[in-house]
């Protein structure tokens, strides 16, 4: 891939007509898409447009059906050799996995393990880093994240924003070249949403490259360098966050953004009229 | 407790609030004939125990400590008790994961052996293991298999056969016990295994994958650790089986066992009550004995997710204020 450069270098993710089946039901049809390092790209849509397949397929928890994509030049899942795609093994899909890092809705930490241990377990097992500099560098990690006093808690002992950061803790233990994020606050109370958002912020700031599902859209305005509108498999429209979710191109983005706002609105005036409702006086310790 | 106590209004003072409850608890005489009945029930097993010169108390603990009882317990019931159990579920694993691998030739072998021996009952299983030899009347051998054919179409003669054994002597003895056991305890543990490896939220394999963990390694530190809490109370179950199957063992047979040996002073002594209490009194003790160890290895992998298995840990760098927050 270095035939053309572009001012930013080659494209760290390079998604070529990317084409996603389920059985006969077509969920991707046809994505292209590029990133380039350190950019922020925040993918953005209705639920079932496909942005969270798409990442899925990034770091093959999803296999490809039709089209290509590259990380760093070399493509995901399969590789050709002799004019023909071959499957790659198991060893090189972890291989190629092991550079991504991926922080889930749900946080999938491991439960049996205390933080600390949950970011030292890939770097020792996978990587094969020395136990005491995983632990420094875990250490360093959770400092980071704002947890290295939790360092020794179970997840069950942290609340939803607390488990998220150590999630992405142990994304970054594996020094990955690449961030997915798969709707990181959708699974948090809306207290806790703040912190996670914090950490991301701060994750982009440092030039990380990410590529972000989400529903945040204060965080895509302030924080992505460009998003991805998509609807029913397809990239809808795509730009800089101001122009995008400011005045977009396309009426089914419009439709969108439109509906989200109204959303929030009615949210909003619930969670007004609800603490009208309560009224004035101040409630009982109980 | 926005209403009032109306039972208790507050005296005097209108901004009294109620205090502590001082009230008269549920009678329960129910219970006071139950523990009547038991007492009488309890009394008149003790009586039975004690006064019933059947039982010979002193010839009980004088068979439980004679050299050949103490060899069977250890040898032939605790030995193939820890040796079946560990091969059985180490086999049991294997046919977990085989049945759950995406080899169908894997799972098809995983599904017929469990299906055969789920239904061979362990006295029968056992009984045919002590006769096996009958079908391999020159020997079992360690070699290349179908040598003679091999050697035959080459045109050489003699055998490729490294070890030969006595059928009759491996399988009728002590490594056809632990065989039968453990063959027949696989194919229980590896429904137990499955089970388990089934009860891990899909969540985990997929961010164990993402850490670029081999399918091997996240099975090894991310799902059979998580998979054992759910594995451990019907495997605790299994060894106790396990340790009284030990007995069936006599139908090999093998004879250094504890309930034979029990058993075989009885008929020598005419004595064959006391040596059944004494028998019962070891399986009694063993048992207890597995019951404890249980609870320590459930403890030890309900880490994280059960609360009294969860230590509430010291803090790295300094014990925050607020340390019970986190916990939900």
Known sequence: MTSQSTPAGPPLVRAVNAIKEFGSTRVLDGIDLEVHRGEVVCL???SGSGKTTFLRLINQMEQLTGGRIWV???LIGVEERGGRLHVRKDRDIARQRARIGMVFQRFNLFPHMTALENVVEAPVHVKKVKPAEARREALRLLELVGLAERADYYPSQLSGGQQQRVAIARALAMEPELMLFDEPTSALDPELVGEVLTVMRELADSGMTMIVVTHEMSFAREVADRVVFMDAGVVVEEGDPDQVLRSPREPRTRAFLDRVRREERVLEQRVARELEDLGPEPSDPS | MSEPDRARPPAGDAEERPGLIDAVPVRHPWRWVAVAVIAVLTAMLLNLLLTNPIYNWPFVFEAMVQEPVIRGLLIGTLGATVLGMVF??????????MRLSANPVLRG????????FRAIPRYVLIVTMGVLGALFPEGVSLGVPFDWL????????????FVTLDAYAVFGGYFGAVLALASSEAAYMAEIARSGILSVDRGQVEAAQALGMSPGLAMRRIILPQAMRVIIPPTGNELISMLKDTSLLTGLPLTTELFFQMQSIGSR????????VGATLYYLALSSVLMVGQTWVERRFGRGISPSATPRRRTVVAPVASNGSGAQ
């Open chain 2, 150 to 161: 091999i050697i035959d179409a080459l045109g050489l003669s003699g055998d490729w056969r």
């Open chain 2, 269 to 276: 002594t005419f004595q064959t009550f006391p040596v059944l």
């Open chain 1, 44 to 46: 953005l849509g209705p």
């Open chain 1, 72 to 74: 760093d030049g070399e």
């Open chain 2, 109 to 116: 072998v995983s599904w017929v052996y469990t299906w055969f």
């Open chain 2, 88 to 97: 059985g579920v180490l086999g049991g694993v294997l046919l977990a994961v």
